[in-house]
């Protein structure tokens, strides 16, 4: 189904932009402080997609009768924007450690959504 293989190159370019948000947090931390304003963009990019991904899953509801990747999704989605909020609030207490539990969050999302076969389930008449 198309809607399955929209989802899966959501979660793709999602895993590609999250990988990113470490990598200029470290150019930053090393010294360069253009790597800030590269995670600062990176954190819109990613969070961007993170709501795509979202809508792409609700669709996956609806045409697919799955709900387990909009859950999921919307899981990773609230915990991401909540470090978004965090980060710019210069909370790195909460920025920092549920950082690195989003990045391993869309890791699992996305074997799991590459794995799962995105079929239509039919719906059971008692």
Known sequence: MVSGWVLRGVVSAHLVAIFGQ?????????????????????ADVATSIGYLQVIAAVVVWVRLRQVW?????????????????????GALWLH???????????VVLFIAIWRQPLVRREVEHA
């Open 22 to 42: 470490p990598v200029f947090a470290g150019v930053y931390l090393s010294g360069d402080f253009d790597g800030l304003r590269l995670h600062a963009a990176g």
């Open 69 to 89: 990747p909009f859950v999921a999704s919307l899981a990773v989605v609230a915990g991401e924007t909540v470090q978004y909020f965090a980060g710019m609030d």
């Open 96 to 106: 920092i450690p549920l950082g690195v539990l989003t990045v391993a969050a869309v």
